[in-house]
């Protein structure tokens, strides 16, 4: 079947650096992306991982493991505007995007 | 670059009306263009993809006859909600994608359906 994990929710300090893991399940596999999603707003692409490894862009990174099922987003030197939604969602085949439920992040003064 | 426009924004309607809400791509040429739906503090459910010029496919438990979807051109897409009702009020979501890799979406910014 298709399904994809991640956390409800978390918290994390301005300035500090936080991990938001996903599992998934999905048949086709074909790609994994990270969105940022601010309430009432549509999602924003942060980042794509096809093969295993580490992409890093500025404060983003995100680590993909196909083999595991596997992936976190890292968010580095936190600020405040970086509470939102994040998505984590899986390609499969060529046109069947799947979503997580999002990980909801509260960054603390 | 890769903008997608979404109208209207919001939109409130009676029950038993039809809505029709519209999906551009201002800069790029789209040749798939997807909907979906999202209920407050869920996640996006993939309502159905369509190809420039063919049918759209619908995912398993979306009724293709009460959410009608048109994908005339390169560059529009419409999703009429038909006989709209209270349990249709959500925030509906339109995508964009070229055609070939790396198959990443431009999302438009959302329309919110209120049925009353």
């Known amino acids: 079947g298709q399904n994809i994990d991640q956390p409800t929710e978390m918290t994390a300090t301005e300035g500090a650096i936080v991990q938001i893991n996903c599992t998934y399940q999905t048949s086709g596999f074909n790609g994994l992306f990270w969105y940022q999603q601010h309430a009432g707003e549509a999602p924003t692409f942060l980042s794509y991982?096809?093969?295993?490894g580490l992409e890093e862009k500025g404060r983003f990174s995100s680590f993909l493991s196909r083999s595991k099922g596997y992936s976190y987003l890292l968010l580095k030197e936190l600020q405040m505007k970086d509470s939102a939604s994040y998505l984590c969602a899986t390609l499969s085949g060529t046109y069947k995007y799947i979503f997580g439920t999002g990980t909801r992040l509260k960054v603390l003064a | 670059g890769a903008v997608v426009s979404q109208h209207p924004s919001r939109v409130i309607c009676k029950s038993g009306t039809s809505v029709k809400i519209e999906c551009r791509s201002l800069?790029?040429?789209?040749?798939?263009m997807f909907w979906y739906r999202q209920f407050p503090k869920q996640s996006l459910m993939l309502m159905a993809t369509s190809n420039e010029g063919s049918k759209a496919t619908y995912e398993q438990g979306v009724e293709k006859d009460k959410f009608l979807i048109n994908h005339a051109s390169l560059t529009l897409s419409t999703l009429t909600v038909t006989s709209a009702h209270p349990e249709d009020s959500s925030f509906y979501i339109c995508s964009a994608r070229t055609s070939g890799g790396p198959y990443e979406q431009y999302f438009g910014p959302g329309t919110r359906l209120t049925v009353t």
């Open positions: 991982n096809v093969l295993d």
């Open positions: 800069d790029f040429q789209a040749t798939t």
